[in-house]
């Protein structure tokens, strides 16, 4: 059975993680309200504008159901905001405190390639008003950096970029995340839903 992958839909770049996903042969749902969480397997949280993101996350009272998925075994992908809403002051997710725009404006964006333990050597990165995380907890492995600064870091089944793997073709975080649920279904006896 196809595993089920969730992508929150409530702003910013979704549809692009849909589509890598799908290319990938996955069943993708977007999420925007609770109930949607019914049955996935795994989550993608997109880059987009954190606190936009935050209200929509309040309004829609999506924080403790979205704990609960990952608390349950569900694998977690944020990307660039995405690595914010996971961290310490936000969804708690991962035990990092990001910096939000630590690169600088939309005109500081850059391209680089980066190797991730773990996911894949020579990954292409685009960087938009992206992030970085400032702390690092001690149960936190940071896969990645650009000068001294953790732009992937991951914790059990949650792993946080600071970048858009979405925008380039670059599959190998979405592959990483399939990976992980392929894990948990077999910790768990088969399907995990």
């Known amino acids: 059975m196809k595993p089920a ?20 042969c ?3 749902r977007e999420v925007r309200t609770p109930t949607d969480l019914a049955g996935l397997d795994g989550l993608v949280i997109p ?4 606190t936009t993101m935050t209200l929509g996350i309040e309004r829609e009272g999506l924080a403790e159901p979205l704990r609960a998925l990952a608390a349950g075994g569900a694998p977690v992908l944020g990307t660039c905001a995405g690595l914010i809403m996971l961290d310490r002051d936000h969804l708690g997710l991962l035990d990092v405190a990001a910096e939000r725009n630590a690169f600088g404006r939309q005109v500081h964006s850059f391209e680089a390639r980066l190797d991730l333990a773990g996911v894949g050597d020579d990954v292409a990165a685009i960087f938009i008003r992206a992030p970085w995380a400032r702390e690092v907890g001690e149960g936190v492995e ?6 001294g600064h953790p732009v992937a870091v991951r914790e059990g089944d949650v792993l946080a970029v600071s970048f858009h793997p979405e925008l380039n073709g670059e599959t190998r975080l979405h592959e990483w995340l399939l990976r992980r649920i392929e894990q948990a279904r077999n910790r768990d006896g088969g399907d995990a839903r």
Not at 8 to 24: I, M, P, Y
Not at 47 to 50: A, L, P, R, V
Not at 142 to 147: E, F, G, N, Q, T
């Open 5 to 24: 992958v969730g992508v929150l839909a409530l702003q910013g770049d979704f549809e692009a993680h849909r589509k890598v996903l799908e290319g990938l």
């Open 26 to 28: 996955v069943d993708v």
């Open 47 to 50: 880059g987009g504008e954190s």
């Open 142 to 147: 940071v896969l990645a950096a650009v000068d």
